[in-house]
T-cell receptor, first 111, second 111 residues
Framework: DAGVTQSPTHLIKTRGQQVTLRCSPKSGHDTVSWYQQALGQGPQFIFQYYEEEERQRGNFPDRFSGHQFPNYSSELNVNALLLGDSALYLC??????????FGDGTRLSIL | GEDVEQSLFLSVREGDSSVINCTYTDSSSTYLYWYKQEPGAGLQLLTY?????DMKQDQRLTVLLNKKDKHLSLRIADTQTGDSAIYFCAEIRGNTDKLIFGTGTRLQVFP
């Protein structure tokens, strides 16, 4: 039974570029949440998707957008990348309001 | 994290018990979680407790919740070197489904 999988594991971009990160939820889960974890800090909530719609959003600018597909997988898109977007991006899946299970993350570095 | 506080560092001898503490400020917290993060990895769900419970035990892990003082603790019995990691407490508030994390406690276990 596969857990939450994220791709790619590492990514290097330059300022101003755009990036797409991908997440496949744990089998049986229908809800996907995305978090940003800066170095030395706890994860910060970006947004959550359920039934292919954004259900909740944290305090992140519109440059951060997402999508959920009919098979419950999800993408996180970030436009006009800034140096401060360098972080570990974590995807978590859950079933309804149950506990969130995390993937290993995508490490994004902005040069 | 926003209003979830943890001490930064804890060092214990192998075989001793570890107690990691967390305080939160929002009385509407419904669920409280403990996650473990090893270097270069995502977050592993360890255990969680509903806000109307005082204690939960799961093998070597014991969670204590003092709702009056808004204090949560995680006790690890017979701590092993493999327990060395960063431990995050996190809360779910009210009707939201987003996790609010502390800054994490780095647990170091020495022989």
């Amino acid at each position: 039974d596969a857990g939450v999988t994220q791709s790619p594991t590492h990514l290097i971009k330059t300022r101003g570029q755009q990036v797409t990160l991908r997440c496949s939820p744990k089998s049986g889960h229908d809800t996907v949440s995305w978090y940003q974890q800066a170095l030395g800090q706890g994860p910060q909530f970006i947004f959550q998707y359920y039934e292919e719609e954004e259900r909740q959003r944290g305090n992140f600018p519109d440059r951060f957008s997402g999508h959920q597909f009919p098979n419950y997988s999800s993408e996180l898109n970030v436009n006009a990348l800034l140096l401060g977007d360098s972080a570990l991006y974590l995807c978590a899946s859950s079933l309804g309001g149950g506990p969130q299970h995390f993937g290993d993350g995508t490490r994004l570095s902005i040069l | 994290g926003e209003d979830v506080e943890q001490s930064l560092f804890l060092s214990v001898r192998e075989g001793d018990s570890s107690v990691i503490n967390c305080t939160y400020t929002d009385s509407s917290s419904t669920y409280l979680y403990w996650y473990k993060q090893e270097p270069g990895a995502g977050l592993q769900l360890l255990t969680y407790i509903f806000s109307n419970m005082d204690m939960k035990q799961d093998q070597r892990l014991t969670v204590l919740l003092n709702k009056k003082d808004k204090h949560l603790s995680l006790r690890i019995a017979d701590t092993q070197t493999g327990d060395s990691a960063i431990y995050f407490c996190a809360e779910i508030r009210g009707n939201t489904d987003k996790l609010i994390f502390g800054t994490g406690t780095r647990l170091q276990v020495f022989p």
